[in-house]
């Protein structure tokens, strides 16, 4: 049993260099991206070099920033490495159900499930929505977006790569029942953008 153990640390991911300085950047830098809908910005913090080779690094940093043992993670896709460290660095329990998750990690945007299948909150309580950390190929040079709405002075365009249509008409719908909703997040390597509840998202 010890040598299982030894095993699985020599395989951990390594988690922040400095674990309080390192959240409270990678914090800030989130909630600006949700103040400021649609504005790329960077998470600059130091991380081991394997999560370079496996994850976008900004994503990593999210969910060592965000979850932690009251927020249970649904992962996309099967990825032993990821469910280690998020288990070790947040306390985060692993859930299989995305409707349970506070936070769900999506690998392949464009296979992932209906908004339906995540939770929206309640009136009562809109904060136990889940929230989307989305990877994708790139930021730019997929299907040109224009948000509006709270945070954002006349229009922003952006156009991450890979997320199906089907995604935005669905979270279209979904603004009917404000303040419920979904907040999300895409990462492409130490880059993010936010997109919250309250944005307006137009196809173009």
Not at 45 to 51: G, K, P, R, T
Request: proline share 8%; hydrophobic share 45%; with cysteine.
């Amino acid at each position: 049993m010890m040598a299982d153990n030894l095993a699985s640390l020599d395989t951990l991911v390594r988690g922040f260099s400095d674990p309080v300085h390192d959240a409270q950047v990678s914090f800030r830098v989130l909630l600006d991206v949700l103040a400021r809908p649609g504005t790329t910005r960077s998470i600059d913090v130091v991380l081991d070099d394997a999560v370079d080779r496996r994850w976008p690094a900004a994503a990593f940093a999210a969910v060592l920033t965000l979850a932690d043992f009251s927020t249970p993670v649904w992962l996309q896709q099967p990825d032993e490495a990821l469910a280690q460290a998020i288990r070790f660095h947040t306390g985060a329990p692993l859930v299989d159900e995305s409707r349970e998750a506070a936070f769900a990690y999506i690998s392949d945007p464009a296979k992932m499930p209906p908004i339906d299948g995540f939770s929206h909150g309640t009136p009562e309580a809109p904060q136990h929505s889940a929230t989307l950390l989305i990877r994708v190929a790139a930021l730019e040079g997929g299907r040109p977006l224009r948000l509006t709405g709270p945070g954002i002075r006349s229009d922003i365009r952006i156009a991450p790569v890979g997320v199906a249509d089907s995604f935005w008409h669905e979270r279209t719908a979904l603004s009917a029942q404000a303040p419920c909703g979904i907040d999300c997040y895409f990462f492409c390597g130490r880059s993010v953008i936010g997109v919250p509840r309250t944005t307006r998202v137009e196809l173009n």
